[in-house]
């Protein structure tokens, strides 16, 4: 466990290393401040792996799992010293994912030299018409095909590059904004 761990570990590591500042550089573009991103290993990291699981082998077979390692790790956000959801409106949340989203895509994009499709589904709940126009220019500005649901009219955040379809009952029909 404890090899396959920390292999697992340095992996979740590297990635956040790339997300993080590729998600910092999305949102600078568009003029927002996201929360900092960090890893939370599921474990103290002043103990070796090795020794922690070790230490706790008789409590966690008694209890029949593991209480630390690896599986026990999270993602932290947080934004002035709180966690990001106790501090962030809904809308920069949303944003705050699409911006995580996009940052993933950019990084994946530059390992593969692909560039994913993305589906936002519900796109104009949470995010005002100034949201919205950010993360659209986010997804022109880094190329992803990206099909947005939304119940609302996107308005003026669309550009002449955008098609519009509505759907209802199976079939769709392409609308003139």
Known sequence: MQTHGLALHSAREAFLAEVGPA???LAAEIGVSIPEISLVPGWDPDEPLEGAL??????DMARGHSSLGPHRADVAFQKGGAQAGAVLSRGESKQFV???????????AGRQNERPVLLLDDFGAELDTTGQGRVLTLLREIGVQAFLTSTQRLGD?????DAVFHVERGGFTKMLE
């Open 157 to 161: 955040t669309l550009g002449n590059d």
């Open 54 to 59: 070790a230490r706790t082998r008789g409590a």
């Open 98 to 108: 699409v911006i995580l989203l996009l940052a993933e895509a950019v990084v994946r």
């Open 23 to 25: 998600a910092q550089r």
